[in-house]
């Protein structure tokens, strides 16, 4: 259900923007049309039209030029944060900032940590991707009483008023285009085999916020086929519950696909699988090879190096360009406006609701991948270029 927006009865946003498609709440509860907009700086206005100070109402942080910035990022579950460590420290380092980068590699125990020590050692900004989105409150109100920002990177967090913004790429919108991908792929690829097509629903880790997002985005699209006849889950496992991955762990998508093959494969193909990341389809491609059935259209996201080659030789169908320069540029840039004590910029207010508010957020576009267009998508990218040529 959609929540009035506190404090706030209009934003009007600085240069040509217009919110799209802005539906319901989209915390992982009510899922809604794909929202996000392009780039602007937004100035939170009332109905007077009079600039209240930032889109909470409260008022404007100033960010010391020279700030420590802590930034606690999950684990290395793909290739994206193992990127985004090196960008976070290089582009705070340039910026003026001193930035204390660190993965919770052992888990959520171990980043509730991190974010404390970050407090203690004066970070007036602390951006978080969450290994558990739920798991952050105290550390995180803890951290906003001593008057830090808090940015919630790539993932939400939430049952938390604490988070100030939250900055990733539109995560239900990347489902969308990861169910209509397998649509598309099944359509072009396997027409002879059907409809009706044999699919499996692969989902992420049930405690990375984005994962519901992922999946309810992609069952957006399926729902509808499957309840027409046009797909059919021979595994009959149809819910996020079912189809979740702990830990986005590559092991526990092949055990379960090894499963599914074994007990419902025997005298069928399956045909297509949604799999939300690219770590896990190259999990369930092996299980695939391993039941020694022929290669499903299969969906991914990350552009990870080894599934975009997979792309290029015609294997993986399809995967998501969420290019992770433009996410860590735009969370540096949020910090390089608080040092100016301007607001975060903000192009969305009404999709992300964390459970205890509607967070700000800023919202970048994600793109879908196929052999057909991925030299194009990938032409400025120096690692994943030249991979296309
Ligand atoms: C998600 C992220 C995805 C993927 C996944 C597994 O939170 O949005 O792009 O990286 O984690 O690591």
Known sequence: ??????????????????????????GGDTPSEPAGGDDATSEATDDAGEATDDADGGDATCVSSDAVVGVALPQKTSENWVLAEQLFNDGLTEAGFQPIVQFGNSGVTEQQNQIDAMVEQGAEVIVVGAIDGSQLGTQLEAAKATGATILAYDR???????????????NFQVGVLQGTALLEGLEARQGEAGPPWNVELIAGSSDD????????????????????GTLVVVSGQTTFEQAATQGWKAENAQKRMDTILSGSYEDTDLHGVLSPNDTLARAALTAVESAGKPVPVITGQD???????????????????????????????????????????????????NGVKIVPSYLL??????????AEVYANDPTLGPLTQ
């Open 1 to 26: 259900m959609r929540k009035p927006v506190r404090g706030l009865t209009a934003i009007a946003l600085v240069g040509a923007l217009a919110l799209a498609g802005c539906g319901n709440d989209r």
């Open 156 to 170: 939400l967090v939430k049952n938390t008023d604490a988070v100030d913004a939250y900055i990733a790429f539109d």
């Open 209 to 228: 916020a984005n994962s519901i997002p992922f999946f309810e985005g992609a069952m957006s699209i399926l729902t509808p086929k499957i309840e027409d």
């Open 303 to 353: 552009s990870e190096v080894e599934s975009v080659k997979l792309i290029v030789d015609g294997v993986q169908y399809s995967t998501i360009y969420k290019d992770t320069r433009e996410l860590v540029a735009q969370t540096i840039n949020s910090i390089k406006e608080l040092a100016a004590c301007n607001e975060i910029p903000i192009n969305d207010t009404e999709s992300y609701d």
């Open 365 to 374: 576009t994600p793109i879908i991948v196929t052999q057909d267009n991925a």
